[in-house]
């Protein structure tokens, strides 16, 4: 590639190979080389399997495959249980090593991110300059990945699931047709089965279906999103790398706006109790808490006030997200009509990373709840429907 | 009102009674110090009415004469002003003298300062306390009781009355407890009272009084006397009497939360187990929740260990004089054990286990006069 009479933009999509097994193989050099599969609960043959190394691969150990079924297709599988403590850290050091390229890194999620190297483009070759950033992630930090090379991160992003493991894959514009368009629609980044069902009754199959489709049937039946879909398939898709925006996704929360005024106290109540039952459920579809709670409240003037709280424990469930709801409401409500009311919950944190201070005098409730959570989690692990949800979001790692 | 007194003395009784004026008081008065002079000596005065302080500097004792009464009489001072004037000047000897509306005149070596005074009679009185419920102690034993407890008091207004701490004797013994409701510390001590029917229940004491009160303690055996009524309580010294108001409402009773079985305990040493902890709340800090995981091993050894998402972690191994029972996993609040065991002056320490859920108690290894209790922290 040739930087001089570019105008576009050049980004990368960084994708660790199997992240977890690298580390753990990392962490025990016994393990390289070997099949090896992190898995929800390897003592229970139910638990299932998040990752396998590639060679774990080669006997048909896939991701969300159950334990027992694993160990069928590879009888010398080596079982681990998840360390996230490890994986954070690793992630840490990877996103550290991808700065010393450029600023421009904005992490996606615990083992893949974007690269803007525009910028570098202007000064040496960026296809060397993967190969060298794929080869000293190898060396350096045991990590193999696969980088997608695009003017977007759409593009990159496809791009860089094209190859695995250790592939580098450069996406132009005018390959579309030959690379991306082919692809059955399901394999489009964005695009779940439900999605990928509907359009199917729209006889689009392939990225390139989407791609030629009318733009205003798919806005007007999808809405905002139909639009992003076409124009991703047309690899239209300016979205900047922005280093914070992993940051930035830190508050969950919900808001709605009253279908005439409100001033009757009751009301307001019953909506809050309905935002705090939305707030539950997006905490929980994505796994993490707040101990600081915001509330909204938008009068009939357009006036907007935002009050929160800072809690001493994160809390995520309905009733509890309630409370704080209420109190902030009884505090700052003016008395006049409201026209918009919303619940956030600031600052998230993933379940896994929140702690509890118990109370002396009260703990024993909390002994109480626990019993029952473990006894519900035992049942869902028995079912693999949660552990089934991770897999499926983070697919191929 | 015209007087001469030693410049050290005042000094010092100046900066105890100034612990209790509070710049932030509704009562535009209580800004100020009150001097009182009368044949036998000079009274000061600092009040937040919350705490009030009255200090005496007699006009001689058996060595020396430390106070010149020119002329009786009284004034109201600016404590913020004042405090540091009487610090600075230079002479051995003080002169302060009130013209009409209250002008002052302070004189030391060649320094003169005028000052607008207030006037006297605006002061409120002290309260005059009931003497029926009344004991002792020694100043040094009052000052390890509050160091002991008063760090575990709650900051938090909403449960006022864990803000102070909990007097009661049964018999000759006093307890004091303190807890914020995720620690407590409880200390017992042998009083001296006259007094057979000495009752002394739910006197909560706030933390700040006893914080300030602790200041004025002093390293020796002599005795403080202390008075209880429903709403005060008056430590009185040879020259000094510190007033408290006491916190409303019922404290909680905390005898039954002790846990009285165990299935962990171990011994270890006091030292090992607190830097330990200071090392790996390093990192916790980080995460700002300083939890600590804290787990047994095979052969009496424990691990510690803390994480902090962005830093890394840490993780240690310390052998037990002894360790038995179940095996255990539990995580903690670090800070809050560090603070106990910076009070714990035992060479070891006595750690019961109840649960990874449940509270758990360290106690000093030589001695049963103290222990504190902690609810661990929940992980999901």
Same mark, same amino acid.
């Given at each position: 590639m040739n930087g001089h009479d570019w105008n576009g933009k050049i980004i990368f999509h960084v994708d660790m190979n199997s992240f977890y097994a690298s580390v753990e193989s990392n962490h025990d050099p016994s393990l390289a080389g070997k099949p090896l599969a992190i898995a929800g609960n390897p003592k229970q043959r139910k638990g299932i399997v998040v990752t396998a190394s590639y060679e774990a691969r080669e006997y048909g150990v896939k991701t969300t495959m159950p334990v027992w079924q694993a160990l069928k297709k590879c009888p010398n599988l080596i079982i681990r249980p998840p360390d996230f403590t490890k994986y954070r850290a690793a992630s840490a050091e990877l996103f550290h090593f991808l700065e010393e390229?450029? #600023?421009?890194v904005e992490p996606v999620s615990i083992d893949e991110g974007y690269m803007d190297v525009t910028s570098n483009f202007k000064k040496r070759n960026v296809l060397h300059m993967a190969e060298e950033i794929q080869n000293r992630l190898y060396k350096e930090l045991g990590l193999p990945s696969s980088i997608g090379i695009a003017p977007g991160k759409f593009l990159a992003k496809m791009a860089s699931d094209m190859k695995k493991p250790l592939g580098i894959t450069v996406l132009r514009k005018r390959e579309l047709s030959q690379k &991306?368009? +082919?692809?059955?629609? $399901? =394999?489009?980044?964005? @695009?779940?089965m439900k999605t990928a069902d509907k359009l199917k009754q729209w006889d689009i199959y392939t990225i390139g279906d989407l791609a030629a489709y009318s733009v205003d049937s798919l806005k007007g039946r999808f809405g905002v999103m139909g639009k992003k879909l076409y124009e991703r398939a047309n690899g239209i898709d300016y979205r900047i790398v922005d280093p914070e925006a992993a940051k930035e996704v830190k508050s969950v929360g919900s808001s709605t706006t009253m279908s005439a005024d409100v001033n009757q106290k009751q009301e307001l109540l019953n909506v809050i109790s309905m935002l705090s039952e939305k707030v539950e459920a997006r905490l929980k579809h994505k796994q993490v808490c707040s101990d600081n709670f915001q509330i909204t409240i938008r009068y009939s003037d357009r006036k907007t006030i935002t009050r929160s709280r800072k809690l001493l424990n994160p809390i995520f469930t309905k009733e509890e997200i309630k409370t704080q709801a209420v109190e902030l409401l009884e505090r700052y409500w003016n008395g006049e009509s409201v026209r918009l009311l919303g619940i956030t919950g600031l600052e998230v944190i993933p379940i896994a990373d929140a702690y509890k201070q118990l109370d002396l005098f009260s703990y024993k409730k909390d002994i109480k709840e626990a019993k029952l959570s473990a006894t519900m989690s035992q049942l869902t692990n028995k079912y693999g429907n949660h552990i089934l949800k991770k897999g499926h979001n983070h697919t191929d790692s | 009102m015209h007087f001469v007194i030693q410049r050290e003395q005042f000094v010092h009784s100046v900066q105890h009674v100034n612990k209790?004026? *509070?710049?932030? %008081?509704?009562? +535009? @008065? &209580?800004?100020g110090i009150k001097i009182d002079t009368s044949s036998e000596g000079v009274t000061l005065t600092g009040s937040d009415s919350d705490i009030s302080i009255e200090s005496f500097i007699p006009k001689t004792d058996e060595e020396n004469e430390y106070v010149d009464i020119k002329e009786t009489g009284s004034i109201v001072l600016q404590a913020r002003f004042f405090a540091d004037i009487v610090k600075k000047l230079p002479g051995d000897e003080i002169e302060i003298s009130v013209q009409d509306q209250f002008a002052t005149t302070l004189r030391s070596g060649s320094v003169v300062f005028n000052l607008n005074g207030l006037d006297p009679e605006e002061y409120p009185r002290l309260p005059k306390l009931e003497e029926n419920q009344t004991f002792s102690l020694p100043q040094n034993l009052l000052k390890d009781m509050i160091r002991q407890t008063?760090?575990?008091? *709650?900051?938090? $207004? %909403?449960? +006022?009355?864990?803000?102070g701490v909990n007097f009661e004797n049964d018999k000759e013994q006093l307890t004091c407890t303190a807890t914020d409701s995720h620690r407590l510390a409880m200390r017992t001590v042998a009083t001296e009272t006259d007094? #057979? $029917? &000495?009752s002394i229940s739910n006197v909560v004491i706030p933390g700040k009084s006893l914080s300030e009160l602790r200041q004025i303690l002093? =390293?020796?055996n002599d005795h403080v006397q202390i008075v209880v009524t429903d709403s005060q309580v008056l430590f009185k010294f040879k020259h000094l009497l510190f007033f408290s108001r006491l916190l409303d409402g019922k404290y909680p009773v905390t005898n039954n939360m002790i846990p009285e079985q165990s299935k962990t305990t171990m011994e270890l040493s006091t030292k090992d187990l607190l830097h330990s902890l200071e090392r790996a709340l390093l990192l916790s800090k980080e995460a700002k929740n300083n939890v600590i995981n804290f787990k047994t091993l095979e052969g009496s050894v424990i691990e510690i260990n803390s994480v902090s998402a962005e830093v890394g972690k840490v993780t240690e191994k310390i052998t037990c004089q002894s360790l038995e029972g179940e095996d255990l996993r539990i995580s903690f609040n670090g800070k809050n054990i560090i603070d106990a065991l910076k009070v714990i002056d035992s060479e070891f320490v006595h750690i019961t286990f109840t649960g990874a859920m449940s509270p758990f108690v360290i106690r000093p290894g030589d001695h049963n006069q103290m222990l504190h209790l902690f609810s661990p922290v929940r992980t999901y």
């Amino acid at each position: 590639m040739n930087g001089h009479d570019w105008n576009g933009k050049i980004i990368f999509h960084v994708d660790m190979n199997s992240f977890y097994a690298s580390v753990e193989s990392n962490h025990d050099p016994s393990l390289a080389g070997k099949p090896l599969a992190i898995a929800g609960n390897p003592k229970q043959r139910k638990g299932i399997v998040v990752t396998a190394s590639y060679e774990a691969r080669e006997y048909g150990v896939k991701t969300t495959m159950p334990v027992w079924q694993a160990l069928k297709k590879c009888p010398n599988l080596i079982i681990r249980p998840p360390d996230f403590t490890k994986y954070r850290a690793a992630s840490a050091e990877l996103f550290h090593f991808l700065e010393e390229y450029t #600023d421009l890194v904005e992490p996606v999620s615990i083992d893949e991110g974007y690269m803007d190297v525009t910028s570098n483009f202007k000064k040496r070759n960026v296809l060397h300059m993967a190969e060298e950033i794929q080869n000293r992630l190898y060396k350096e930090l045991g990590l193999p990945s696969s980088i997608g090379i695009a003017p977007g991160k759409f593009l990159a992003k496809m791009a860089s699931d094209m190859k695995k493991p250790l592939g580098i894959t450069v996406l132009r514009k005018r390959e579309l047709s030959q690379k &991306l368009w +082919p692809l059955p629609v $399901e =394999d489009m980044h964005g @695009i779940g089965m439900k999605t990928a069902d509907k359009l199917k009754q729209w006889d689009i199959y392939t990225i390139g279906d989407l791609a030629a489709y009318s733009v205003d049937s798919l806005k007007g039946r999808f809405g905002v999103m139909g639009k992003k879909l076409y124009e991703r398939a047309n690899g239209i898709d300016y979205r900047i790398v922005d280093p914070e925006a992993a940051k930035e996704v830190k508050s969950v929360g919900s808001s709605t706006t009253m279908s005439a005024d409100v001033n009757q106290k009751q009301e307001l109540l019953n909506v809050i109790s309905m935002l705090s039952e939305k707030v539950e459920a997006r905490l929980k579809h994505k796994q993490v808490c707040s101990d600081n709670f915001q509330i909204t409240i938008r009068y009939s003037d357009r006036k907007t006030i935002t009050r929160s709280r800072k809690l001493l424990n994160p809390i995520f469930t309905k009733e509890e997200i309630k409370t704080q709801a209420v109190e902030l409401l009884e505090r700052y409500w003016n008395g006049e009509s409201v026209r918009l009311l919303g619940i956030t919950g600031l600052e998230v944190i993933p379940i896994a990373d929140a702690y509890k201070q118990l109370d002396l005098f009260s703990y024993k409730k909390d002994i109480k709840e626990a019993k029952l959570s473990a006894t519900m989690s035992q049942l869902t692990n028995k079912y693999g429907n949660h552990i089934l949800k991770k897999g499926h979001n983070h697919t191929d790692s | 009102m015209h007087f001469v007194i030693q410049r050290e003395q005042f000094v010092h009784s100046v900066q105890h009674v100034n612990k209790a004026v *509070s710049s932030r %008081t509704t009562i +535009p @008065i &209580l800004t100020g110090i009150k001097i009182d002079t009368s044949s036998e000596g000079v009274t000061l005065t600092g009040s937040d009415s919350d705490i009030s302080i009255e200090s005496f500097i007699p006009k001689t004792d058996e060595e020396n004469e430390y106070v010149d009464i020119k002329e009786t009489g009284s004034i109201v001072l600016q404590a913020r002003f004042f405090a540091d004037i009487v610090k600075k000047l230079p002479g051995d000897e003080i002169e302060i003298s009130v013209q009409d509306q209250f002008a002052t005149t302070l004189r030391s070596g060649s320094v003169v300062f005028n000052l607008n005074g207030l006037d006297p009679e605006e002061y409120p009185r002290l309260p005059k306390l009931e003497e029926n419920q009344t004991f002792s102690l020694p100043q040094n034993l009052l000052k390890d009781m509050i160091r002991q407890t008063v760090f575990a008091v *709650s900051t938090q $207004e %909403t449960r +006022p009355v864990l803000t102070g701490v909990n007097f009661e004797n049964d018999k000759e013994q006093l307890t004091c407890t303190a807890t914020d409701s995720h620690r407590l510390a409880m200390r017992t001590v042998a009083t001296e009272t006259d007094n #057979d $029917e &000495l009752s002394i229940s739910n006197v909560v004491i706030p933390g700040k009084s006893l914080s300030e009160l602790r200041q004025i303690l002093e =390293d020796t055996n002599d005795h403080v006397q202390i008075v209880v009524t429903d709403s005060q309580v008056l430590f009185k010294f040879k020259h000094l009497l510190f007033f408290s108001r006491l916190l409303d409402g019922k404290y909680p009773v905390t005898n039954n939360m002790i846990p009285e079985q165990s299935k962990t305990t171990m011994e270890l040493s006091t030292k090992d187990l607190l830097h330990s902890l200071e090392r790996a709340l390093l990192l916790s800090k980080e995460a700002k929740n300083n939890v600590i995981n804290f787990k047994t091993l095979e052969g009496s050894v424990i691990e510690i260990n803390s994480v902090s998402a962005e830093v890394g972690k840490v993780t240690e191994k310390i052998t037990c004089q002894s360790l038995e029972g179940e095996d255990l996993r539990i995580s903690f609040n670090g800070k809050n054990i560090i603070d106990a065991l910076k009070v714990i002056d035992s060479e070891f320490v006595h750690i019961t286990f109840t649960g990874a859920m449940s509270p758990f108690v360290i106690r000093p290894g030589d001695h049963n006069q103290m222990l504190h209790l902690f609810s661990p922290v929940r992980t999901y």
